[in-house]
């Protein structure tokens, strides 16, 4: 008797884990990629802002030493995903479906930012003596 209960106590504990994995798997998925500059290499400490285009929900990572980010546990929907970076152009990838248990990659190949603006100078002559006396 001692044998069938210790079976059955094994058996629930097999299936009550096995729905928690089951369950746990696919409900989210992940964006991921790159952000480089003009020669190709990566950018760190670039921001990284996905924003759920039916929510508004945003969320963020940040590019690490190599330039690489993730965003991790997204729920399935779609994203604008745009990256900021001082001195650089921003750019946005719109239109980013992510589906459950996927991991979608968005790469991003950033240009110089483009300054304009006017410097101006202002200064006096310096005081030249020409005759001594």
């Known amino acids: 008797m001692k044998a069938i209960k210790g079976g059955w106590l094994l058996l629930c504990l097999v299936f009550a884990t096995g729905v928690g994995r089951a369950q746990g798997v ?3 998925g992940d964006i991921t990629g ?13 921001t990284i802002l996905a924003v759920e285009t039916d929510k508004g929900i945003q969320h963020t990572a940040e590019t690490d030493t190599y330039g690489e980010y993730r965003l991790a546990g ?5 994203y604008d995903v745009t990256v900021k970076i ?8 719109k ?3 992510l ?7 968005v790469d991003f190949h950033l240009k110089l ?13 310096p005081v030249v003596e020409t005759q001594r006396g």
């Open 26 to 28: 696919g409900s989210s």
């Open 34 to 46: 790159a952000v480089s500059d003009p020669s190709g290499a990566g950018i760190p400490k670039a």
């Open 74 to 78: 997204l729920p399935p929907a779609t």
């Open 86 to 93: 001082p001195g650089f152009q921003s750019e946005v990838q």
């Open 95 to 97: 239109g980013v479906i």
């Open 99 to 105: 589906t459950v248990g996927a991991t979608v990659v």
């Open 113 to 125: 930012a483009s300054t304009s603006g006017m410097i101006e100078v202002n200064a006096e002559p």
